[in-house]
């Protein structure tokens, strides 16, 4: 069972767009919600992050939108660039505060985005 | 080191042959995780360290995965008997906050794994 769904696979978009990257949860457990961005050859490195009590949070070019009640959140990049092409995956995770429990991020398949120039 | 550093960067086995990758935390975090990235799909959870003790292997796909942390460092992640569908990235990510992920998590490159 696919407890976070990332939509697109991949997305195309011309230099200065927004780019839109959705996903969906199931497990109302969850209450972090990161964006990594990976480039090939390299590990994922976190973009930007939200918990549940914000409906959204803004960090330069790069706006989450979270949705609660839709258990949907949302990844938007504004004047996208080409230095922004890279795969993009959402992920989720329990608790905060977990006491000892390990709490391994739960993600979706990624999103190839492309800008174009 | 100023990141997380994983070694090899690329491992080539023989169906049925051992294999041990390496992970160096940035120093004094507390948690290190392993996940493996098959091709094309986003990093699936194998197992979790605080310091030495590992407090949750419910990841690793079977009895043939193995890891350790010995001394709170240092991890090692062994496969026994390799098949192809072990074939991955392998990724280790610290953080120096306890468990949520909300601590923020530092990923390495990752060792590419490749049975044949």
């Known amino acids: 069972q696919q407890q976070v769904k990332q939509s697109p696979q991949s997305l195309i978009v011309q230099k200065g767009g927004i780019s839109i990257i959705n996903c969906a949860y199931e497990n109302t457990a969850f209450d972090y919600f990161p964006w990594y961005q990976q480039f090939p050859g390299k590990g994922p490195a976190l973009l930007i992050a939200i918990r549940p009590d914000v409906s959204e949070k803004k960090e330069g070019r790069f706006t989450i939108s979270f949705n609660k009640s839709a258990k949907q959140f949302s990844l938007h990049i504004m004047d996208s660039q080409p230095g922004d092409s890279a795969t993009y995956f959402c992920?989720?995770?329990?608790?905060?505060?977990?006491?000892?429990?390990?709490?391994?991020?739960?993600f979706g398949k990624g999103t190839h985005l492309i800008i174009q120039p | 080191g100023a990141g997380v550093s994983q070694s090899p960067r690329y491992k080539v086995a023989k169906r049925g042959q051992d294999v041990a990758l390496r992970c160096d935390p940035i120093s004094g975090h507390v948690s290190l995780f392993w996940y493996q990235q098959a091709l094309g799909q986003g990093p699936e959870f194998l197992t979790y360290f605080q310091n030495e003790a590992q407090l949750d292997k419910s990841g690793l796909p079977s009895d043939r995965f193995f890891a350790e942390r010995p001394e709170g460092s240092v991890s090692t992640l062994k496969i026994q008997r390799t098949q192809q569908e072990d074939s991955a990235v392998y990724l280790c990510?610290?953080?120096f906050g306890v468990g949520g992920a909300g601590y923020g998590y530092t990923f390495g490159s990752g060792t590419r794994l490749t049975v044949v």
């Open positions: 990510a610290s953080s």
């Open positions: 992920a989720a995770s329990g608790a905060w505060d977990s006491g000892g429990g390990a709490d391994g991020l739960t």
